[in-house]
């Protein structure tokens, strides 16, 4: 009986340990928060200053977002090799940014694709669309776009952020989507040039500063584990 009890109190120990190392896991690291914070927040406040002091630099910055993918992979690659187990919370976790990161992915399509192909569609109902410069009177083709799109991103930015928020019970995620959302409704009233910067404002609300907290939280929780 006694060697019963040890051995039932050793597997708890076990289960213990392995549960406290498992939360060391990709989300609470803070590393891909972190990435994404940066990338999304620089490349919002440049476009910003791109469309505020009208200048170019000869190519798009979010550009920069496909470069990201590097980094994210690699830090995949290496969280996964620290894993131990995974619990249901953290698959749970998993499954929304993946399914985010698919919506982001499927929404860059659709503003860049219809921006072309809007045109042709028109044209076989033998319509075209005009603009006119109240200033001058110059009447031009115009090609449809999707009106006010960084605030239907700003929306999306909130989505995995509030959902990891409320299955981890981590309030700075909560907070940060609450602001991103209160910056959407503010951009539903601004121009292309504001909604950058609140976009960028968003980003680090939302990802960087969470994420720089998740950093240090996980940078403790594996000190402590080395004790």
């Not at 006694?2 to 803070?30: C, R």
């Not at 292309?192 to 960087?208: H, I, P, R």
Request: with cysteine; glycine share 6%.
């Amino acid at each position: 009986m006694i060697e019963k009890q040890l051995s039932e109190q050793e597997s708890l120990n076990i289960i213990t340990e392995m549960i406290g190392k498992a939360k060391m896991h990709f989300h609470e690291s803070g590393a891909s928060t972190i990435l994404w914070g940066v990338v999304i927040s620089f490349c919002s406040f440049f476009s910003f200053a791109q469309s505020f002091w009208k200048f170019d630099i000869g190519f798009n910055i979010w550009y920069l977002t496909c470069v990201a993918i590097i980094p994210q992979v690699w830090i995949v690659i290496q969280e996964n090799k620290r894993k131990i187990t995974k619990t249901y919370e953290e698959s749970a976790i998993d499954t929304i940014w993946m399914v985010y990161v698919i919506t982001i992915a499927a929404m860059l399509v659709y503003a860049n694709v219809t921006y072309f192909t809007s045109p042709g569609i028109l044209a076989q109902n033998d319509l075209e669309i005009f603009s006119k410069n109240v200033k001058t009177g110059e009447i031009k083709p115009f090609k449809i776009f999707a009106p006010s799109f960084s605030s239907i991103m700003m929306a999306v930015y909130a989505f995995p952020t509030l959902a990891t928020g409320l299955i981890a019970k981590y309030r700075p995620f909560l907070a940060g989507a609450g602001i991103c959302y209160a910056f959407f409704i503010v951009s539903l009233f601004t121009s292309f040039t504001y909604d950058m910067l609140l976009s960028g404002l968003a980003a680090v609300c939302c990802w960087l500063i969470p994420g720089l907290m998740l950093r240090r939280k996980y940078l403790d929780q594996r000190s402590g584990a080395n004790v």
